[in-house]
């Protein structure tokens, strides 16, 4: 570099002796200039003989409060969006993605492979493959890895992933013995053996089966098990207010700011435009500190202020190699690097995936806490975030029960969740993970940083953490 900026330089018609002046002036600015970009800039996570992998766009419908705007649709209806929002955002050629993957928790029987339904609606060639995954509340974050393993692999060189929750229309069951009834009746062949088996049927029989955000192995509730969280470590119920309402203040700033950009507006089928969530709501702690615990009563800290509620919503995103997407004339967000996926204890230990994902992915990155610029963790409970930072800042938790030497430490909290997240945002259960990685790439870009990290846990005691790269400006 510096002989390319000599060379002019030295052709210039003058004397020697000006000539050795400048080219002393030439190589000491150079050697500053490097100097100074070598200090403001860490080392990139580029490796040899290992393919880049980028995230070229993020897209969201609004997500919104259950049972309101979306409560007439199905879950087809949102990801299509979702997917026609990518389109419209990116103008990749319907035929040009290799493959699109897509998460969910709760699945509506008549879709039960979401991806593809949504694909075909949102007009995508009927020849680009699509499958649907479900990790509970990391299922899109499920889509975006295989994503990146598909495009590490070979196989693929431009993917869709994304997710999408409905909690509008829940499927809800007949009773097990009425279920069983009904089938028999399906194969009955005589007006006697229709007959004999409508008289079995009881009024206990028509009692539903509700569906329930607990899980099946403990059969407890996750509200039930935040609070229990919460009180292992001593997370009093004035934090997790405090958390909560940091949470929606700084989603109203970035919503009133413009921040929130990875939302598409959405009309909505017989109802009018929407483009913004509706469950930012900017409280006071006297009003929270009015509401009764929601699940541990009467001296539970979980209430429906300091929880994320139900949602609806749906998200895409556009994972490409970097060869593919600058071959196409993108500029993409960001790199997409290590991850790491992590299970523990369901029972005692089920929130807790970011305090055990957050050192093995640094690990694996070389990076410390003090090279991440922005922290994206999901909010499932306020008390859960809170129980996540006391066991990353705790030398006996992770000697006792990590088997590490030491802590991994906390977030900064100026880097933390600086637009909100799902307490305040929403948390459709399928669909949030590419919010968090779309929301790193964003802020990455905005705020001027290199190193991002997402973080969430998920029902099942599992968890993941994503570091993720700004991509050279």
Not at 112 to 138: Q, Y
Not at 224 to 246: K, N, P, T
Not at 320 to 337: H, N
Request: hydrophobic share 40%.
């Amino acid at each position: 570099m510096a002989s390319m900026l000599m060379n002019p330089i030295r052709s210039c018609s003058v004397s020697s002796s000006w000539a050795v002046r400048f080219d002393a002036l030439a190589v000491n600015l150079i050697f500053n200039y490097f100097l100074s970009v070598q200090t403001k800039s860490k080392k990139t996570l580029t490796r040899p003989g290992v393919k880049n992998i980028v995230l070229v766009e993020g897209v969201r419908t609004p997500f919104l409060l259950s049972g309101t705007t979306y409560a007439d649709l199905m879950p087809h209806d949102l990801a299509r969006a979702a997917l026609q929002g990518l389109l419209n955002r990116t103008g990749i050629p319907k035929d040009a993605v290799d493959y699109i993957i897509y998460g969910t928790v709760i699945q509506e029987v008549k879709t039960s492979n979401v991806a593809r339904e949504a694909a075909l609606g949102a007009g995508f060639s009927d020849k680009i493959p699509a499958h649907t995954v479900t990790m509970a509340c990391i299922s899109s974050n499920q889509a975006m890895t295989s994503s990146v393993g598909l495009i590490a692999a070979g196989q693929c060189d431009a993917v869709v992933a994304g997710g999408v929750e409905f909690m509008s229309d829940v499927p809800i069951r007949h009773s097990r013995k009425m279920r069983k009834t009904m089938l028999s009746l399906n194969k009955a062949k005589t007006l006697g053996q229709r007959l004999s088996l409508i008289g079995s049927i009881r009024l206990a029989h028509l009692s539903p089966e509700l569906p329930a955000v607990a899980e099946f192995s403990t059969a407890e509730t996750m509200g039930h098990s935040a609070d229990r969280l919460a009180a292992a470590f001593g997370v009093s119920r004035v934090e997790q207010d405090e958390f909560a309402l940091r949470s929606h203040t700084l989603a109203k700033k970035a919503q009133d700011e413009g921040l929130l950009q990875d939302v598409i507006s959405f009309k909505v089928p017989g109802r009018d435009i929407v483009s913004k969530d509706n469950g930012i709501r900017p409280s006071s702690m006297e009003q929270m500190a009015k509401l009764k615990p929601a699940f541990v009563k009467p001296h539970g800290t979980v209430t429906a202020a300091n929880s994320s509620f139900l949602t609806d919503g749906a998200s895409a995103v556009l994972i490409m190699s970097e060869e593919k997407a600058l071959a196409m004339g993108y500029k993409p967000k960001a790199y997409l690097r290590d991850f790491v996926y992590v299970s523990q204890d369901p029972k005692d230990q089920l929130l807790l995936g970011p305090t055990y994902a957050t050192p093995k992915v640094l690990e694996r990155a070389g990076l410390s806490m003090s090279d991440i610029d922005v922290f994206e963790f999901h909010e499932a409970f306020a008390g859960q975030i809170m129980a996540n930072l006391k066991a990353m800042d705790s030398d006996w938790f992770a000697q006792t029960y990590m088997g590490r030497k030491s802590k991994v430490g906390t977030p900064a909290m100026e880097k933390f969740n600086l637009w909100g997240g799902s307490l305040s945002l929403g948390h459709p259960f399928g669909a949030t993970g590419c919010r968090l990685a779309t929301t790193v790439a964003n802020r990455l870009k905005k705020e001027g940083g290199q190193y991002g990290l997402i973080a969430a846990c998920a029902a099942g005691g599992q968890g993941h953490a994503m570091v993720i790269e700004a991509y050279p400006q």
